[in-house]
C-alpha cells in the first residue's frame, strides 16, 4: 500500500514554497529528482524538449489500458519499414500484442511500437489523437505527440515535470512495471520465428534497486533516460531529458538520491 501511495504522489506532486535547488547544473537540457513523491532537486522541468522514445510510456499505457490489451497483431509493411531501433518484424508476421509491447518497452522497437499502434486504433493517426487524449486526461499540458513511437518531428514535445507523472502512471500498471524491470526476453511469432530483445536500459542489473523506466534517443533529443528505483521502501524517480551522459549520471544521482536526508512533506 505503501508505495502505490507514493507512486501516487509522483503524479499529483507536491507544492512548494520555494523551488527544488539544481544540485545536478549542466547534467542535461532538464531533469528532476523525486524521492517519496517529493522533488529534491530540478532543473527547466516545464522547458518542452523532444521525448524521443520516452513517448513510447504513453504507447504502452493506452495498450495496457485498452479493453483488449493482447491478440494477435499482423504486420503492416508500414510497421515492418519503420526505421531506427527495431524487432526485425517483416510485412504479415503475427505476433502476439503482448510480446510486441514487451518489445516497446524492454528494446524500444519502432517496428513493434508501430505495429501495435496500428492494430489498437486502426492507424497510427488514430492512435496519436489518443495519445493526446490521454494526455490531457492526465494532465499533461505541455505534451503533445505526432507519431507513437517518439520520432522527431513537429509538434512533438514533452517536459520533465510531465514524463515525472507519466512514468509513475505506468509503473502502476503491474504488467507495465514488469516489463520496465525486465531485462531480457524470448518471443516467436506464430509462424515461429525467433526475437530475442534486451533492454535498453543499461541501469538495470548494474544499479542496485532500479527497476525501470525506459530510454531514448534522437538527434533532436539528444540522450534520454527515466529511472524509478526502490531501497528499503524508499523510492526515486529521476528524469533526465537532453542529458550529457545519461548513464555516468543517472547512476549518481541514484545514490545520492538515497543518500540525502528523507525529504520533508510540504502540504499542497
Request: proline letters at 6%.
Amino acid at each position: 500500500m505503501r508505495g502505490l501511495v507514493a507512486l501516487a504522489l509522483f503524479a499529483v506532486g507536491l507544492a512548494h514554497a520555494d523551488p527544488p535547488p539544481d544540485r545536478f547544473p549542466q547534467v542535461a537540457a532538464a531533469y528532476l529528482v523525486d524521492v517519496d513523491g517529493t522533488r529534491l532537486w530540478e532543473a527547466n522541468t516545464g522547458r518542452r524538449l523532444p521525448p524521443a522514445s520516452l513517448a513510447k510510456l504513453m504507447t504502452a499505457l493506452l495498450v495496457a489500458e485498452s479493453g483488449k490489451p493482447d491478440g494477435v497483431v499482423t504486420v503492416s509493411a508500414a510497421a515492418a519499414a519503420a526505421t531506427g531501433t527495431r524487432l526485425g518484424l517483416r510485412q504479415g508476421d503475427r505476433l502476439r500484442a503482448s510480446d510486441l509491447l514487451a518489445a516497446t518497452l524492454i528494446q524500444s522497437a519502432n517496428d513493434a511500437c508501430r505495429a501495435l499502434a496500428q492494430w489498437q486504433a486502426g492507424s497510427e493517426e488514430a492512435f496519436v489523437a489518443r495519445m493526446n487524449r490521454r494526455a490531457a486526461e492526465l494532465g499533461l499540458a505541455d505534451t503533445a505527440y505526432a507519431n507513437a513511437c517518439g520520432h522527431d518531428a513537429p509538434g512533438t514535445f514533452t517536459t520533465a515535470r510531465d514524463l515525472a507523472v507519466l512514468a509513475s502512471r505506468v509503473m502502476q500498471v503491474p504488467a507495465l512495471a514488469a516489463l520496465a524491470g525486465t531485462e531480457k526476453l524470448d518471443m516467436r511469432s506464430e509462424a515461429g520465428r525467433r526475437f530475442h530483445i534486451a533492454t535498453t536500459n543499461a541501469l538495470l542489473g548494474r544499479v542496485p534497486g532500479v527497476r525501470g523506466v525506459k530510454s531514448g534517443y534522437t538527434p533532436a533529443a539528444g540522450q534520454c533516460v527515466v529511472v524509478f528505483a526502490e531501497r528499503a521502501g524508499t523510492q526515486v524517480l529521476i528524469v533526465l531529458l537532453h542529458a550529457r551522459d545519461r548513464w555516468w549520471d543517472a547512476s549518481a544521482m541514484v545514490e545520492a538520491a538515497f543518500a540525502a536526508p528523507p525529504p520533508s512533506r510540504r502540504v499542497p
